[in-house]
């Protein structure tokens, strides 16, 4: 066995070739990412998957996987959706609070200009 | 999806759109029946499929409870469809777009928050200075992101926004530049097509239309906390 197998490799307990798909993006010190990669899509769909992307993009198609499997892991029901879902109420409760802000920015504007009317009356 | 609110086997309707596009027999207690009927919910299968592969789904519905699965399976659905959109990243540009959204609106709310506190302040004060919030701009990481389980989604409410967001602008930064830091010269597209698939997901029934027993489905894909 070649001592130097990547992560995935030694998860699926397996020979690793030099020309491994896997081993660039899965160093044997993390087994973990590749172990949620698996679980979620299954070595065989990534296998594809990364088959048919270019060689400059596949590092960021694994990052973006390993995160999404991971949010699938933590959350079964609802995964990395769960975290649009925050997002968006954060931004709607956001907006809300800057109409109101912006609402109260005018108010003491006007408050400010009768009182400067005021005073030179 | 189905909408018949057929909670088990495809009895003699015919096989589910999973088993339809597996080619094999569905049986009573298939557990994709309730979900992919045998219209539409084969194409949508296809996606699943391709992404995560048929047994992959399966053991992952089996670990929810049975009145979550609809919307573990719309979820499931919608990161098929994003990623078969952009094999790349997926939903995470989604993500990473929406974040900068969030961290452009705080800092435009904190410079107007402190703008206010001048003008309320009992004496004139200089024009006040734009307040750059610290670490509001600092890059972004996937690790910033936070894990979240709660109990009622209104999954509408993620798709429907979808159909507004910056997809459609087409303007942000690649998402590596903030996840990973590698800057990409790739471009982003199909958000329009996500979005009309989004849409599709919510109006063309395809969450359970009837409330059934066992399943908190009620004809939308809203499920209220109990």
């Known amino acids: 066995m070649n001592p130097k197998r990547c992560a995935a490799c030694k998860y699926l307990r397996r020979r690793c070739p030099k020309d491994c798909i896997f081993s660039p993006y899965f160093p044997p010190n993390d087994p973990a990412k590749f172990a949620w990669i698996h679980r979620i899509y299954g070595a065989g769909n990534v296998s594809k998957m990364l088959q048919q992307l270019p060689d400059q993009t596949r590092a960021e198609a694994v990052e973006s996987l390993c995160f999404e499997a991971k949010c699938r892991v933590d959350d079964p029901v609802y995964g990395c959706v769960g975290i649009i879902h925050f997002l968006q109420t954060q931004i709607q409760q956001t907006q809300n609070q800057l109409a109101k802000t912006q609402a109260e920015i005018a108010l003491a504007q006007t408050k400010l200009s009768q009182t400067h009317n005021s005073d030179f009356m | 999806m189905s909408s018949s609110g057929n909670p088990s086997s495809s009895g003699g309707g015919g096989p589910c759109g999973a088993c339809k596009f597996l080619r094999r027999k569905c049986v009573a207690g298939c557990i994709f029946a309730p979900?992919?009927?045998?219209?539409?919910?084969?194409?949508?299968?296809?996606?699943?499929?391709?992404?995560?592969?048929?047994?992959?789904?399966?053991?992952?519905?089996?670990?929810?409870?049975?009145?979550?699965?609809?919307?573990?399976?719309?979820?499931?659905?919608?990161?098929?469809?994003?990623?078969?959109?952009?094999?790349?990243?997926?939903?995470?540009?989604?993500?990473?777009?929406?974040?900068?959204?969030?961290?452009?609106?705080?800092?435009?709310?904190?410079?107007?928050?402190?703008?206010?506190?001048?003008?309320?302040?009992?004496?004139?004060?200089?024009?006040?200075?734009?307040?750059?919030?610290?670490?509001?701009?600092?890059?972004?990481?996937?690790?910033?992101?936070?894990?979240?389980?709660?109990?009622?989604?209104?999954?509408?409410?993620?798709?429907?926004?979808?159909?507004?967001?910056?997809?459609?602008?087409?303007?942000?930064p690649r998402p590596s530049d903030h996840l990973f830091g590698v800057p990409s010269s790739s471009s982003i597209?199909?958000?329009?097509?996500?979005?009309?698939?989004?849409?599709?997901?919510?109006?063309?029934?395809?969450?359970?239309?009837?409330?059934?027993?066992?399943t908190s489905g009620s004809g939308s894909t809203v499920i209220k906390r109990e």
């Not at chain 2, 928050?113 to 024009?127: D, G, K, V």
């Not at chain 2, 919510?202 to 239309?209: L, T």
């Open chain 2, 35 to 172: 979900y992919f009927d045998s219209e539409q919910g084969a194409a949508h299968f296809a996606a699943v499929h391709k992404v995560f592969g048929a047994s992959n789904v399966s053991k992952l519905l089996q670990h929810v409870p049975e009145h979550k699965r609809p919307d573990a399976v719309v979820s499931i659905c919608f990161e098929a469809q994003a990623r078969l959109r952009d094999p790349i990243y997926g939903c995470v540009s989604h993500i990473v777009s929406l974040q900068q959204q969030v961290v452009s609106l705080q800092t435009e709310l904190s410079y107007l928050q402190a703008h206010l506190a001048t003008l309320e302040l009992p004496q004139p004060q200089p024009p006040p200075v734009p307040v750059s919030s610290s670490g509001s701009l600092q890059a972004l990481s996937i690790t910033d992101l936070p894990s979240i389980s709660p109990s009622v989604y209104d999954l509408s409410s993620i798709f429907e926004p979808v159909m507004s967001s910056t997809w459609a602008m087409q303007q942000q």
């Open chain 2, 189 to 214: 597209g199909g958000g329009g097509e996500l979005q009309a698939l989004a849409r599709e997901f919510i109006h063309s029934g395809q969450m359970p239309a009837q409330p059934s027993p066992g």
